[in-house]
């Protein structure tokens, strides 16, 4: 008997594709069980996606097992009891792997220093800059107010400019452009002209 090379490998590609299709499939049932608030299916199926290194993964599970909006702490919400612990471990991966929206909240945990989570003002800050940087505007917001105040880094007006104008135009955000006005009544020209060139320079950019 002789096996046909060629037809093995065209055998097995069609194989790997079928894998790799019924792989994707899994990401989307899974993202589609998450949008409809069946977590606990949403967790089993895309557990193994955010153990291979997928960041949104990671964020929806830190979701799931996150605070929840409503109810009593540890309520089971459609399959998945509240764990803080297993949400921060599962934000901090993603947040490591650029998700600017587990930044944010890895970033917010610690400046509040709630729960589990010891308070660290600069790490806090590290963390919301990284999603600013990406143009997270809630974040763009916390560092604003952050360099205004001196939260976790040293206080600086020209900073605090500009990332309170660059936020100031999106929805919910009225508050930053009437906390940018009031701080550049205390600045020079020449700062608030400096800050609003960096403003005019900044362009979005994804964090590793």
Known sequence: MTFNLRAGALALGLILAASGTAWADAYQDGMKAFGSEDYAKALSLLLPYAKDGNAEAAYLIGEMYGPRSWGQKGENRNGVEQDNAKAIMWWGEAAKKGNSDAQLKLGWWLMKGQGIVKQDEAAGMNWLLMAANQGEPQAQYEVGIGYWKGRGVKPDPIAAYMWLDLCSG???????????????????????????????????????
Not at 183 to 193: D, G
């Open 170 to 208: 999106e929805p919910g955000f009225d508050n930053a452009a009437t906390y940018r006005d009031q701080l550049a009544k205390s600045m020079t020209p020449e700062q608030v002209t400096q800050a609003k060139l960096m403003v005019q320079a900044f362009t979005p950019k994804r964090s590793n």
